[in-house]
């Protein structure tokens, strides 16, 4: 009899802990939750770039969600030596093809992979980009050759909307 | 403890009534049943895309809503038009935006995340448009007015001709339930001024409380989360509260006294 | 302070204890001797906690998302109520946890007068309290200006002017306080960084208050002086815990009606209109809890006289301790001053009544009279009280009336006994 209260006690103390402790939770998340993006900040998705004043050689910078992306009209030179690299020298192995829709134009996060960077254009030993922060040499292609970035640069979803225009988004 | 929560609840009445007695007119308000009244309450979606549609076709002219964004309309709670619908409401507004690569200003259709496009560039214009008044933005109008949703949908009927000797000015008309009964915006609505997509008769009285709802939703774009999470919520305080009181009970019975 | 010695079991329980008594300090606080009789009045000091928890948090949350700009300080809250996640749920907590706090704070308040909680040793803890109370206003004030609507405009602008009422400095004080020539953006951002501050003020203070209310132990019911640990009292865990916790949870279904069914009874409809420094709202009211006092004020016709009326009836509390000359605590055995209690409680209810009401006629009579009565009762009534009435006896210990299960019966026991 006394064995059967106790038992009857103890069950009525852990549910009452257990659904105290649900409701916390609960009560904790939305704090949580709140510095997540917010409905105005994922609204804003997409931006659609005019990029008929890039002659070939020029790079132009755009925002997209706060960074920084580079849209670069490369040269033959560019996308040969892009093409001509052997995969097993590379870090994080990728196609060229597999970067550019159109070999012409590469479109790409302007954001080292190392710490966060912005990268300069035309500098470094690969003709590409060099990051100052930690000497990161990415190609013509925008894929990391040497120093300690991890990956390449990032790609974002894009589509040519007509021969002038780039939305990326 | 029966003394004690006497006590405690009427505190709360107390204030509760003396807060609704001061935000009270003498005038007795239009009433009408209101979806989204209650516990449960939710949104008419019909009333709301109506209401859309009177909004637009009728107050836009005037009225800005700069804080509701074309993206809302499609959102759940609100009245979920498609997001096909909404892309083609916005892309049917122009939206100023800028500047382009030459520095200058340009127009192009509206996105999803626009904020509804005003009338008006601001509140100068407004007035100089409205012989001085301006006419107040609607995104929070049903919470800027005391009667709240009964007040602008009686608002909308109280249109009468003055009663002899009231002396009215020019471009100022009677109003039953304006305060002060005077009001700058003229009688706006007239049976069939509108023809709804679904059909519905476009009476004034329907006019009235599709746009009042639709005022409703955009004052409280979260009303029916916020009922829904609040039944939820309460349940749960009332089940814990339960559980709590029997515990405490089971540990105030170690030492035989009353709780 | 500690009733007993505490030794951790484990080593480096030990060790750690030795160097910063945090376990001694959880001891303490566990073991806490409480009266055992302590009725819900009791309650409010752990949700008055909980309130002031919850607005800190909740405070935090919004100020990530707010902007202290005259130009954008609506609009972000709007974007807090639309588009943040749980915007609408935090601010809805915030601004109805004011409201909820200053309930629970007017209740503990009247259960110290009613049981003589402010007396003999209690005054600093009384004290503390009556400073935590300023600072509430001040706080729930100052925070009422954020939204930056009509009702913020214009009760900052009326409450800042009361300081023009001091001779000679006013104006330049005024002044000083806008940062301009009238409410403006310097204003806004300086009340926004008061108003965050505060909060952790009162949270000092709280911790003084409790600190402060651990040398003696608590009042109760009975209002006698009990021995601690005995027979009378209770380890503050899980006893007066698991009550606290129930009461709490009463509370907070309050607390949720408000913010889930009806988030905007207590504010006010003009504060959802922007700003506007040039037209004033039909009528200016301040948020509920702060009306008996604007009735006060509004009640002196002399600007200067009303402000001082005003602040006197809040300091007027600091020195109850003093005016109130009756050796016995609790209004259970004071039959007299227990009539003038109650009169006391609604004659601060006609004056929340009569500040939301226009000044004039028949109100501003009332609340003449309410405001008379209300320095009546504590400068004459509460110091010849004290002297002229005649108590009942008191129980020796607490044990006898917890049985009997009320004060009253328990007083009745008493007599009965005395009788005999």
Known sequence: MAEKKTNRRDFLFTATYAVGAVGLGATVWPMIDQMNPDASVKALASTEVDISSVTPGKTITVLWRGKPVFIRRRTPDEIAEAKSVNLEDLKDPQKDEDRAKDPEWLVMLGVCTHLGCVPLDQKGDYNGWFCPCHGSHYDTSGRIRKGPAPTNMEVPKYEFVNSNTIKIG | MKNFFKIFFSIILVFGYSQNSYSAEKVEYLKTDWSFKGLFGKFDRGALQRGYQVYTEVCSSCHSMKYVSYRNLAEKGGPEFTEAQVKAIAASFEVKDGPNADGEMFTRPGKLSDKFVMPYENVKAAQAANGGAYPPDMSVLVKARGGGVDYIYSLLQGYESPPAGFILDDGVYYNKYMYGNKIKMSNQLSDGLVEYADGTNATVEQMSKDVTTFLMWTAEPHLEARHQMGFKAIVYLIILTILVYFSMKRIWSRIETEV | ?420
């Not at chain 3, 709007?78 to 749980?86: F, K, Q, S």
């Not at chain 3, 004056?351 to 504590?378: D, K, N, S, W």
């Open chain 3, 1 to 420: 302070m500690s009733d007993h010695e505490y030794t951790p079991k484990s080593k480096f329980g030990k060790w750690f204890n030795d160097r910063l008594p945090l376990l001694s300090l959880a001891s303490h606080l566990t073991d806490y001797p409480t009266p055992k009789n302590l009725n819900y009045w009791w309650t409010f000091g752990g949700i008055l906690t909980f309130c002031l928890i919850t607005q800190i948090v909740t405070g935090l949350t919004l100020a990530m998302h707010y902007i202290a700009h005259a130009d954008m300080a609506f609009e972000s809250v709007e974007h807090i109520m639309r588009d943040v996640n749980y915007g609408w749920l935090i601010r809805y907590i915030h601004a109805n946890g004011a409201s909820m706090f200053f309930l629970a704070v007017y209740i503990h308040i009247f259960r110290s007068l009613f049981y003589g909680s402010y007396k003999s040793p209690r005054e600093i803890i009384w004290i503390i309290g009556i400073i935590i109370y300023l600072l509430m206003m001040a706080a729930a004030f100052m925070g009422y200006v954020l939204p930056w609507g009509q009702m913020s405009f214009w009760g900052a602008t009326v409450i800042t002017n009361l300081f023009s009422a001091i001779p000679l400095v006013g104006e330049g004080i005024v002044t000083w306080l806008w940062g301009g020539y009238s409410v403006d953006n310097p204003t806004l951002t300086r009340f926004f960084t008061l108003h965050y501050l505060i909060p952790f003020l009162i949270l000092g203070l709280v911790v003084l208050h409790i600190w402060a209310l651990h040398v003696p132990g608590n009042n109760n019911p009975v209002g006698i002086d009990i021995e601690k640990p005995s027979k009378d009292t209770v380890p503050f865990h899980p006893y007066i815990v698991i009550k606290d916790g129930f009461a709490l949870l009463m509370f907070m279904i309050v607390f949720a009606f408000f913010v889930f069914y009806a988030p905007n009874i207590l504010g006010h409809a003009d504060n959802y209109i922007e700003a506007d420094p040039l037209v004033t709202p039909a009528h200016i009211v301040p948020e509920w809890y702060l009306l008996p006092f604007y009735a006060i004020l509004r009640s002196v016709p002399d600007k200067l006289l009303g402000v001082v009326a005003m602040l006197s009836a809040i300091l007027i509390l600091a020195a109850l301790p003093w005016l109130d000359t009756s050796k016995i605590r609790s209004a259970v055995f004071r039959p007299l001053y227990k009539q003038f209690y109650w009169i006391l409680v609604a004659d601060v209810l006609i004056l929340g009544y009569v500040g939301a009401m226009p000044a004039e006629g028949l109100y501003l009579l009332i609340a003449r009279v309410a405001t008379a009565y209300y320095f009546l009762h504590f400068l004459v009534i509460l110091p010849v009280l004290g002297f002229k009435e005649k108590t009942l006896p008191v129980p020796l210990s607490i044990t006898e009336p917890v049985l009997g299960g009320s004060p009253n019966l328990a007083t009745a026991r008493n007599r009965e006994s005395l009788n005999n």
